[in-house]
């Protein structure tokens, strides 16, 4: 057999492959070891085509549902020091169904714990979201919503925020890598106690990065508005008024105070928000809220 | 001699190829969140047909969108499960428990309550002991039946279709 029919059907293998493989790993690894047998490429070429495959997928993919569950509930009790819960039944029984309701509509309605809502007793104009599901809304946010539809609004861009894992891409790189690297290296083993005081400090990290970004920082515009862009969209799927977000952020506009340590620092200003929603077309106006709603939403969360 | 290590080269890819066709013809996934629900429709909303736990293990016959017909339990129980449920990884609940591990590589296992878990957060808090985790835990008993959502849709004049991603 020539050397030219040999080199043919070792690609035609490597097509069969590439349509059957199950991961993109397992793909290249196959292709490059045929590549390398074949003598398409060197060894050494082989090998760092592997190694960076390898690289890339250690990658925020690698943390599963269960992990973020427990990086959220320790992001939350981080908010909960700045902020204190509200003691109301009934205003957070109320945020809860309407939460549930829109999560469920969005791109990630199943997490590991589910997602829950709370109330926090504040006049800030506030709010975060931590990749375990937990939603936080201060009652000076919730007075920027006249109706069930602006609150909705509010909302369901927190849950955009879970959906595109803004939280979890916090997490600087070297620490998502370090973090990951010691996960990877338990097998079926249980941890001993140094690997759990290291995952520890690890997890630390994790949650600095997180809180530093959401409570201090504040995301990069372009996060908030792919929330803004995501929380029109379940706004839709729920027969929602889309445009009651354009609406909420135009009171929240009066309502922030400059200098203030709340949305005033982390967010994008509210007009600029609406302009981004302009420019993409998802800025709707003269949508109707029935009377039903604004009336359980007045009687829910009489705040003031 | 080219002849010989051709055919050698072909019969090993053949067989990965095969082995990846016979996993494909009824694909395994498995549940990765705490709880969640076979439905008789693809729909949040539909007709809870069972209970799915932690690591629980259902084969896959149909999909639509982002909704998988599964069925659970040796095909006890089948319906709809959300995507965003299911992993294709193995979820080993404890180590130790199952010869999984030597059996696959790790990339395709995780193992519940490991890395970041419990225990870890038991040590943080340790650590930490401003945090405050009692609303926490507050706020993760709040839960809401599929009846009072149900209600506070339709008396809302909300819209039940297009949920959970694309249809």
Redesign the interface.
Known sequence: ?N?LT?RA??IF?IL??LI????V?TMTN?ATE?AV?SGTISRSQGDSISKSTRAV?KSLED?????EY??G??V???V??KY??LANTKA??YL???G??LA???????????Y???VLDSDDINAFATPGG?VFITRGLIRCCRT?DALAAVVAHEIGHIQLRHGMRAIEKARTTE?LTI??Q??????GSQQ??Q??QS??G??SDITNTMIKNGYSRTYEYQADAAAVVIL?????NPGALTEMLGVMDKQLKPGGTDFAKTHPSPQNRIAELKKSGMSFTGGET?A??TK?FTNAVDLR | MFRYRFIMICLTLLSILLLNATADAQKAMSVQVKESYLRATPSHLGKVVAKASYSDRVAVFEERGDWKKVSLANGKYQGWMHNSALTNKRIVLKAGQSNVATSVSRDEIALAGKGFSDEVEAQYRKNNKNLDYDWINRMEAFTVSPKQMEDFVSSGQLARGNEGGKP
């Open positions: 057999m050397k040999w059907g070792i293998l069969l492959l059957s493989c199950a991961t790993e196959v045929v047998q997928s943390f599963t549902p269960e992990q427990y990086i509930r320790s939350g009790a981080t909960l020091v204190q819960g957070n029984s809860n169904v309407l549930q309701t469920q509509a969005s791109d990630m309605p199943e997490l590991f714990g589910g829950h809502f709370l937990h069930e973090a996960l990877a338990e097998g079926a083993k249980s941890f759990v005081a995952l520890t997890f630390g994790v949650i839709r799927r729920t027969g929602y029935p039903v709603r359980r």
